[in-house]
């Protein structure tokens, strides 16, 4: 595709240049070099070339703020998305986190011949071979040894996602080789890998005879919600564990810690892949509001004026990043909130780096109990 | 069809485990062919993507080997080491690799006999389990 066509696909001719896209970027607001409106603007001027190689090109964090303003209906995101694939095919690229560890595992898990040992962690946990319902665990397998220095137990999210589904009277399959989505290669530009992987996971799920796919990851769920069927054959319907519980919230008997009786305040922070990307909004707080003991505040931006966590696809995170995420904790801070709840284990730990970087300005001003929703509820559940 | 013969790339660390590899070479000690020396500073710059990058590029088998701890010429690297290996070997064993691919092992510079052993062993188990199931399109 070439950047002709990228320009028709996203509508950027349509681009008035009022700029709501760059006043609304959580990037341009701390980074002056980044403007989505003079990315596009190059585009269109016929300066392709200068485009494709500005280094900033792999900063946006894919968020949808810009294009959930355009009056135009620019699509932003998919713009970059396809730049990008233009980028990395004249071998450009950004600059990825933890020294690419994660672009090298999934391109790894992208051979054919692996046979993982990814299902170690599944005690107490009910799973059947035959089912209607597949839960796709995604990354936490892998996430789990490289982010326990920042305490982060990605696994435990998938736990309890599977525990949370027992108690609704479900018992899914999990694919014992199942391989990584492949959501960030998609939006750094990896297009081949990126269909590799759709292809091994599309055929595996045929096999598998699964009707639904249960994801606790909001990335992995846009993936094969809108990514997917364009290049594959999907014979299921993806749904995220959030719309599953709030459609099923009466069979699930809730409570509070009897330990502490006090009304916890906690406020949600909406990943962009499922607030903006997908849309859901509601469902996650209905969730919170039927957990008795807790109440849920707003911050400053919630819903769709959500701001990001500062990172996307493991690329260019910054000091910029940083300082995303120190003004998102200030911000969950003055809601008087003790905790805050995510959906997306990439937040969690975007948030708590931000939390142990100990060269952070703001120090103990940001630091509060960061916690997935799954494992919210399932603590409701325990007690 | 020939036999297998394994490859592996070996991260040694400058002031023992190189030094104990030149000597075993200039001792005339004979040990197999299959190894690919990487000489770094310190066992504890040995960074996860190294690691995963040999694995991507074909490699059969991984080797980090550096000074004891007591020897270590930067004071506590063996140990920054240690801790870098405990995350990696979760990670390759999760992707499937059996423990015998990826090995750490502290090898001063006087213990020559000890490395030509080694090598000679790893590539042994290595011939035993075949070419690695990562190494799907790379040609080595």
Partial sequence: ?383 | MAEFEPKIIAFCCNWCTYAAADIAGTSRIHYPANVRIVRVMCSGMVDPIYILKAFEMGADGVLIAGCHEVDCHYLNGPLKCDAMFEKIKSVVNTLGLESERLRREMIAAAEAPIFAELIEEMVKQLKKLGPSPLREGVKV
């Fill in chain 1, 1 to 383: 595709m070439n950047l002709e066509d990228i320009i028709k696909e996203t509508k950027t001719y349509y681009c008035l240049e009022c700029g709501k896209c760059t006043a609304v970027c959580p990037v341009s607001r701390h980074n002056s070099n980044f403007s989505p409106r003079f990315m596009l603007e190059r585009a269109l001027m016929g300066f392709g070339d200068e485009l494709i190689h500005d280094r900033e090109l792999f900063s946006c964090l894919t968020c949808y703020a810009c294009s959930h303003l355009c009056p135009s209906d620019v699509d932003y995101p998919v713009f970059t998305q396809k730049v990008r694939n233009l980028a990395s095919s004249q071998g450009e690229h950004g600059d990825c986190t933890h020294s690419g560890i994660l672009f090298s595992l999934m391109k790894l898990i992208s051979r054919s011949d692996i046979k993982q040992k990814r299902l170690d962690w599944l005690d107490g946990c009910r799973t059947s071979q035959r089912s209607e319902v597949l839960y796709f665990v995604g990354c936490a397998p892998y996430f789990e040894p490289v982010f326990q220095d920042i305490e982060v137990s990605p696994v435990n999210i998938a736990r309890n996602s599977i525990k949370i589904l027992n108690a609704l009277g479900i018992e899914p399959m999990v694919l014992p080789n199942e391989r990584c989505c492949g959501h960030d290669l998609l939006w750094t530009g990896d297009i081949e890998t990126f269909k590799k992987l759709a292809q091994l996971n599309a055929q595996m799920i045929k096999e598998s005879g699964a009707k639904k796919i249960v994801f606790s990851c909001p990335e992995g769920y846009r993936t094969f919600k809108l990514d997917y069927p364009q290049y594959v054959e999907l014979d299921c319907e993806p749904v995220h564990i959030t719309e599953l519980l709030a459609q099923n919230l009466s069979t699930l008997s809730l409570r509070a810690k009897r330990s502490n009786p006090e009304v916890k305040r906690v406020t949600y922070q909406d990943p962009c892949r499922l607030g903006r990307h997908l849309g859901i909004y509601e469902p996650p707080r209905e969730i919170i509001r039927a957990i008795p003991g807790i109440k849920l505040v707003e911050m400053e931006h919630s819903g769709d004026e959500s701001i990001c966590c500062g990172t996307s696809v493991w690329t260019n995170c910054s000091s910029y990043s940083k300082q995303i995420r120190e003004e998102r904790l200030l911000e969950a801070r003055a809601t008087g909130a003790e905790m805050l709840i995510t959906a997306c284990p990439k937040c969690q730990i975007h948030f708590k780096c931000a939390m142990v970087d100990k060269g952070a300005e703001k120090g103990p001003d940001i630091k509060m109990e960061v916690m997935d929703l799954v494992n919210l509820v399932a603590n409701a559940m325990e007690t």
